[in-house]
């Protein structure tokens, strides 16, 4: 989070954020501004405390078990204000690319469901296969797919929080399938 510098600490430097990078995303509320900015490697998220984007900013990061984490997010801001590349997100953030396609199967599962599609017809397009008869209930194909189907309905009632929450407070049963 970054608030206005107190005026205690001369050192800290004008800058308009709004002009750091692409900005991707920005939302005003009464407690201040959430900005997503585009950098080459990849998103850099900011709650800025207070009504302005420009002025002399601190960085304020709270103690806690992903303090690792947040410093590491800090020094690709700081990397971003000084002109270089932001650098990776800390890996603890970042998902796998089997978490990625699982996300992306149990998406695609509930737009089928939603939209009316059986289960065996989500398969078939999911997975590029179908199972008919009596095959289908024990088949790993069912299971894959329900299991596709399950994220995708915790995920749409709220579960999609979990991938947004630093990763300490993820907990094990909320990570990403």
């Known amino acids: 989070m970054l608030a206005p510098a107190p005026e205690a600490l001369p050192s800290a430097r004008m800058i308009d954020l709004a002009r750091l990078a692409a900005l991707a995303a920005h939302v005003v509320d009464a407690g201040g501004h959430t900005l997503i900015l585009r950098t080459s490697s990849g998103d850099l998220h900011l709650a800025v405390h207070g009504p302005s984007l420009t002025g002399a900013f601190t960085v304020l990061i709270p103690v806690g078990d992903d303090l690792g984490l947040r410093i590491a997010a800090a020094a690709r801001f700081d990397r971003v204000l000084r002109g270089r590349v932001a650098g990776d997100a800390p890996k603890p953030w970042r998902l796998t690319a089997q978490q990625r396609l699982r996300l992306a ?30 095959a289908w209930v024990g088949s790993d194909l069912h299971s894959r797919t329900k299991r596709a189907l399950t994220t995708g309905r915790q995920l749409m009632r709220g579960g999609y929080r979990a991938l947004l929450a630093a990763p300490s407070r993820r907990g094990v049963g909320n990570r990403p399938h």
């Open 105 to 134: 199967y149990a998406l695609r599962a509930l737009d089928g469901h939603l939209a009316g599609a059986s289960q065996r017809e989500i398969a078939r397009v999911l997975f590029g296969r179908a199972i008919s008869g009596r």
